[in-house]
T-cell receptor, first 115, second 112 residues
Framework: DTGVSQDPRHKITKRGQNVTFRCDPI?????LYWYRQTLGQGPEFLTY????????KSRLLSDRFSAERPKGSFSTLEIQRTEQGDSAMYLC?????????????FGPGTRLLVL | GNSVTQMEGPVTLSEEAFLTINCTYT??????LFWYVQYPGEGLQLLLK?????DKGSNKGFEATYRKETTSFHLEKGSVQVSDSAVYFC???????????FGDGTTLTVKP
């Protein structure tokens, strides 16, 4: 399987705990994106990387959120001091990074539940 | 800003019925347009796309035409199947922009 993979698929945590999600993009895709999807809504953009550089961050990405892509391959998204409002599906996507209009390929998502 | 408005759901159809899901957009530039599908318990899958005005995207019997004059990208299928039951998202992507902007999704249920 050469698609985008995410780990874990599900995470239950208690309010105030830190969580970290991992995304492995399609091999040789230079761009990597994080989105958040809450029930009944479409995905909302959080941030994206071109190789290891984080090029854009949404205002949705509060100080408690941090994303990294240290070697330009996999990426991690960490949420510190989780709140119940952080409960959502976190989606990762990747694209080649060489074109003008690029299709973004999505992973299966990590579903987070904060109790 | 950029936004996508989709027809509200849920939509319930009988098998072999004709499907239309409306999508209109507002964009500050010249976007490319996409339809994604999300089956229960799965991630988003690209269904079809169009990158310029009057282009028609098509896949698996679904079609959508990029209408710049009406800023629309309506999804159609002539004869739906039970297996088409899913949530459908319309989205736009601006040239060289990092982010896609999505609509809120339309849930389709097809009954035998």
């Amino acid at each position: 399987d050469t698609g985008v993979s995410q780990d874990p698929r599900h995470k239950i945590t208690k309010r105030g705990q830190n969580v970290t999600f991992r995304c492995d993009p399609i091999s040789e895709h230079n761009r990597l994106y994080w989105y958040r999807q809450t029930l009944g809504q479409g995905p909302e953009f959080l941030t994206y990387f071109q190789n290891e550089a984080q090029l854009e961050k949404s205002r949705l990405l509060s100080d408690r959120f941090s994303a990294e892509r240290p070697k330009g391959s996999f990426s991690t998204l960490e949420i510190q001091r989780t709140e119940q409002g952080d409960s959502a599906m976190y989606l990762c996507a990747s694209s080649p990074g060489t074109g003008v209009w690029e299709t973004q390929y999505f992973g299966p998502g990590t579903r987070l539940l904060v109790l | 800003g950029n936004s996508v408005t989709q027809m509200e759901g849920p939509v319930t159809l009988s098998e072999e019925a004709f499907l239309t899901i409306n999508c209109t957009y507002t964009a500050t530039g010249y976007p490319s347009l996409f339809w994604y599908v999300q089956y229960p318990g799965e991630g988003l899958q690209l269904l079809l796309k169009a990158t310029k005005a009057d282009d028609k995207g098509s896949n698996k019997g679904f079609e959508a035409t990029y209408r710049k004059e009406t800023t629309s990208f309506h999804l159609e299928k002539g004869s739906v199947q039970v297996s088409d039951s899913a949530v459908y998202f319309c989205a736009l992507l601006l040239t060289n922009a990092g982010k896609s902007t999505f609509g809120d999704g339309t849930t389709l249920t097809v009954k035998p």
